[in-house]
């Protein structure tokens, strides 16, 4: 088992930034590829970016590509969401989530959730 907490949302204007964390606690953090998704309302969830085990790889959304960045520090079990630039279309509850033998952008495959942060965006 592995529990995910967030933290970091809150309200911004258009072209601010903010940074998400994401704790992790339970089983072997660096087993595990971390992703980012974000749902905003009456939509479905969306993948944002995820990171490789390693933190060598990394994927985005074309939507955030440019201007999110994805990190994580396997010593501390976290994993960061730089968010520059932001815009109204940015606004959503944003999840972290956990896979195990998995990594890439299928919310499918992912084994854990955390139980989100709101980002909201004004212009």
């Known amino acids: 088992q592995v529990q995910l907490v967030e933290s970091g949302g809150g309200l911004v204007q258009a072209g601010d930034s903010l940074r998400l964390s994401c704790a992790a606690s339970?089983?072997?953090?660096?087993?595990?590829?971390m992703g980012w998704f974000r749902q905003a309302p009456g939509k479905e969830r969306e993948f944002v970016t995820a990171?490789?085990?390693?933190?060598?790889?990394?994927v985005y959304a074309d939507s955030v590509k440019g201007r999110f960045t994805i990190s994580r520090d396997n010593a501390k079990n976290t994993v960061d969401l730089q968010m520059n630039s932001l815009k109204p279309e940015d606004t959503a509850v944003y999840y972290c989530?956990?896979?195990?033998?998995?990594?890439?952008?299928?919310?499918?495959?992912?084994?854990?959730w955390g139980q989100g942060t709101q980002v909201t965006v004004s212009s």
């Open positions: 989530a956990a896979a195990r033998g998995y990594y890439g952008s299928n919310l499918m495959r992912y084994n854990y």
């Open positions: 339970g089983r072997t953090f660096s087993n595990y590829a």
């Open positions: 990171i490789s085990w390693s933190g060598g790889s990394t």
